[in-house]
């Protein structure tokens, strides 16, 4: 185990709730792979208190973030500036503090999405059919236009609020189908039968949060 020096780098995932979060695991790891003087944290912040926090981070020391639920559309208000898939996606997950103490954000969802699928199914492109897309929260936007600018030909979105899944500057170009999620599993089922596959955002929450029982679907995920 590291000891931590004086001019420790610090860095950290904010999120309300954080306990569930791996990143902190996975980050240590290759801090202590690569013998990095530096520390991953999890900051579990109330979303009424996040721009206070955001703000006191450069005060405190911090070279970034990264946001997690619930907290990634807010912070796009938050920071002094944003990338332009950030702002197209409406969503931050990772805030760079600059040597002015200036909050940078950027959003790496849909490319990290995008990553996994080709690194666990290497034959596997967005053209090929239509996406089956559950969830409509700041991951399921930045996904969304990943699918779409990869070339998914029709995105099939479906969430428990259809005032939520309104996401058309992300899909330009590429059909968006909504459904609400108040069919719960059967909603998926049906709309997935002519899809080639599931694309999921959803899995690793909470199940309290869908209207069916994530876990009943886990093994369709691509996460």
Do not use: Q
Not at 91 to 113: C, H, K, M, Q, W
Request: hydrophobic residues 45%; positive net charge; glycine residues 10%.
């Amino acid at each position: 185990m590291r000891t931590l020096t004086g001019r420790a780098l610090l860095a950290g995932v904010v999120g309300w709730p954080v306990a569930h979060s791996r990143s902190p695991r996975l980050h240590g790891f290759w801090l202590d792979e690569h013998k990095i003087d530096g520390a991953y944290l999890p900051l579990a912040v109330r979303p009424e208190n996040l721009a206070t926090v955001l703000r006191a981070l450069p005060l405190l020391g911090f070279r970034g973030v990264n946001l997690t639920v619930p907290h990634k559309e807010t912070a796009l208000a938050v920071v002094d500036w944003a990338s332009d898939a950030a702002r197209r996606i409406g969503a931050v997950n990772t805030i760079v503090i600059d040597a002015d103490g200036r909050l940078e954000g950027s959003n790496t969802d849909g490319f990290g999405f995008l990553e996994n699928l080709a690194a666990a199914l290497p034959r596997w492109r967005a053209s090929d059919g239509a996406a089956v897309l559950l969830g409509a929260g700041g991951a399921a936007r930045a996904i969304a236009a990943a699918l779409a600018d990869g070339g998914a030909p029709e995105i099939r979105l479906v969430n428990r609020t259809p005032e939520r899944a309104r996401v058309p500057t992300m899909t330009a170009g590429c059909p968006l189908i909504r459904a609400r999620g108040s069919g719960g599993a059967a909603v998926v089922r049906r709309m997935a039968a002519t899809s080639r596959r599931i694309c999921s955002t959803s899995c690793s929450a909470p199940a309290k949060a869908h209207p069916w029982n994530c876990t009943r679907s886990r093994p369709g995920c691509r996460r």
